[in-house]
């Protein structure tokens, strides 16, 4: 497996990029075939890049940002076997060169205004938007490949494109679960066997928040799954899908499309998960 730390070294004629921050799961590794598939069906020359690189613009707690698993040469092999072409592994340096290149992202509206994620995590899509607009213009990424697990921040990638003058196509893939139905994350590990018991309330509330018939009863009915695990969720909610948005008054659920998220703290880890809304 190629591993670079330049940007130079990934070649001219493009790519499809994967980024991630490391310590890859089995989720990481379907985002990875899934960007080879891309890469190959659309003749990008410069195959599959998954970029590891733990930002440190994105983290609201210095605790979470130092404990971060850093395991490159184990990252390295998953992605080989997965069929990247490259791992990019750039330092901090050569993402923010300047103090400058750290402040005042562009941000669409959904990194702001739906009081999700962006409250929850105050100055997180700020690093998000810094990290991806420096990612996409080093790599000369064709397109991205995002896990639909971090909803929002899916959205919040497919609406910054634009704004910043790029056309690198935003592709998403569905939420990887283990066989318990936990969204596999790289912080599961930080689990206890209890924590990860109770941390399942987050997948079984969003199915009984599915099987509603209107987004109030659905939130009541995924807050209600929370509260019998003893979890207390940093947000509960069905939104507008897209711009995550709450439903407006009087307008019928049928004309747009929903989803349901949540995310809380379960011991010492913060899990985030959602689903469509309602299932079908």
């Known amino acids: 497996m190629r591993v670079v730390s330049e940007a130079g070294e990934l070649g001219s004629g ?3 990029l994967v980024p991630t921050m490391g310590a890859l799961h089995a989720g990481h590794l379907d985002l990875v075939r899934l960007g080879a598939r891309v890469a190959h069906d ?3 020359t410069g195959g599959c890049v998954v970029s590891v690189f733990v930002n440190p613009t994105q983290f609201d707690e210095k605790y979470d940002y130092d404990r971060y698993p850093r395991v490159l040469d184990e990252d390295a092999a998953k992605c080989s076997s997965a069929g990247a072409d490259a791992v990019w592994a750039p330092t901090v340096e050569a993402v923010y060169p300047t103090p400058e290149s750290m402040r005042d992202p562009v941000m669409p509206r959904v990194a702001y205004e739906p009081k999700l994620e962006d409250v929850a995590r105050p100055g997180h899509f700020e690093g998000v938007c810094l990290v991806l607009r420096r990612l996409f213009e080093l790599s000369g990424a064709r397109a991205a490949v995002f896990g639909e697990k971090d909803w929002q921040q899916l959205q919040v990638a497919r609406a910054l494109v634009p704004l910043i003058g790029l056309e690198t196509e935003i592709v998403g893939h569905p939420t990887v679960r283990d066989p318990d139905g936990m969204a596999m994350s790289s912080r599961n590990r930080f689990l206890t066997p209890k924590d990860r018991e109770r941390g399942l ?4 509330g969003l199915l009984a928040a599915g099987r509603e018939a209107t987004p ?3 939130e009541a009915a995924l807050r209600s799954v929370l509260a019998e695990a003893g979890v207390t969720p940093d ?3 069905v939104r507008e899908a897209e711009t995550l948005m709450p439903p407006p008054g009087g307008e019928s659920i049928g004309s747009r ?3 349901a998220v949540v995310a809380g703290r379960v011991g010492s880890v913060r899990l985030l998960d959602n689903m469509a809304w309602p299932l079908t």
Do not use: F, P, Q, T
């Open 14 to 16: 493009g790519c499809v």
């Open 201 to 204: 309330s987050l997948s079984r």
């Open 257 to 259: 499309v929903w989803r």
């Open 216 to 218: 109030e009863a659905g």
């Open 42 to 44: 659309r003749g990008i």
């Open 235 to 237: 947000y509960a909610a």
